[in-house]
């Protein structure tokens, strides 16, 4: 039986992708699972969608990773039954855009910080207190191999992802001694999300980036989750850097007169 069953879960970016895929996992695997984004219809169809029985475990909420009042109104805001978070799935983030540095829209680079670093930080530190109170809890957050290789157009989104790392890496420090656990997932190429469609704008292009490959999938992503909270307690994994099998690192550049 999973770990996490009979646990609550937020997870954050329910409305669509791996945030989707792993609420659903979790609620098979018997965990209460706050799911929140800024799509509150997107989190209410899905909620409408799932079998009767795991449908009280489900709590949609509407949630803007920017909006720093109401990260800090948690988890005080919810539903009383639904305050004491036991994993947090910090999965909510965005890629805006491919160019090089020196063309970026710097209204992008703001979004892409404030929703994948600020936005992050500040959910955690609203329900870090509580967790550690319990000495109880899992902080898991979703990272990317652009936060481990640098890759042309990676710039800023790479930055907020190795930011993401590092920042987990220091609350597993911070947190040593309690019986809390921390984890960076951090996945390479994965298809059959919104992903690309946000980041470049146009369903032709995002196809593109698929095209002639087997990347992961949401289901593998959420299938990861699963297994980390099925783990005993005494084992920590501090990072998983996972990759479809397409693909590998090795992308030195040269550039040549
Ligand atoms: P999707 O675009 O499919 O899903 C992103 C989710 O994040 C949506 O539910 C969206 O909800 C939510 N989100 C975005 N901005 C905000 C915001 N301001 N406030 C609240 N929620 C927000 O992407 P993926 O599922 O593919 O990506 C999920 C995570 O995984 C991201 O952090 C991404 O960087 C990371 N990742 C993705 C990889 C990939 O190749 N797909 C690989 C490695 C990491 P809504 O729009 O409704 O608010
Ligand atoms: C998503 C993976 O390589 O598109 O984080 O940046 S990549």
């Not at 209410?44 to 799932?50: C, I, K, N």
């Not at 898991?140 to 907020?160: F, L």
Request: charged share 20%.
């Amino acid at each position: 039986k999973p770990d996490g069953a009979g646990r609550t879960v937020f997870v954050t970016g329910a409305s669509a992708g791996f945030g989707q895929a792993i609420a659903r996992r979790l609620l098979e695997d018997g965990c209460r699972v706050i799911g929140s984004a800024r799509r509150y219809e997107r989190l209410t169809d899905f909620h409408q969608g799932l079998p009767p029985g795991l449908r009280s475990n489900f709590l949609p909420l509407q949630l803007d990773m920017t909006d720093i009042e109401a990260l800090r109104a948690l988890p005080g805001s919810l539903p009383a039954a639904w305050q004491e978070i036991d994993i947090l799935i910090n999965n909510a983030g965005l890629a805006l855009g491919v160019s090089p540095a020196q063309d970026c829209n710097p209204d992008d680079w703001d979004r892409m910080i404030a929703t994948n670093v600020t936005g992050l930080v500040e959910l955690t530190r609203a329900l870090l207190p509580g967790m550690k109170a319990r000495n109880r809890g899992y902080l898991m957050a979703i990272g990317s191999t652009a936060g481990i290789y640098p890759y042309q157009g990676g710039n800023v989104y790479g930055a907020t992802k190795a930011f993401v790392a590092q920042f987990m890496a220091n609350l597993r420090t911070d947190l040593l001694g309690s019986r809390l656990r921390v984890t960076t997932l951090e996945p390479g190429l994965c298809g059959g999300t919104e992903f690309s469609d946000v980041r470049l704008g146009d369903p032709d292009k995002a196809r593109q980036v698929y095209a002639g490959t087997q990347p992961l999938t949401a289901t593998d992503i959420a299938e990861t989750v699963s297994w980390l909270l099925s783990l005993p307690e005494h084992v920590n994994v501090n990072r998983i850097e996972m990759m479809p099998t397409c693909q590998a690192p090795g992308g030195l550049a040269v550039a040549r007169d």
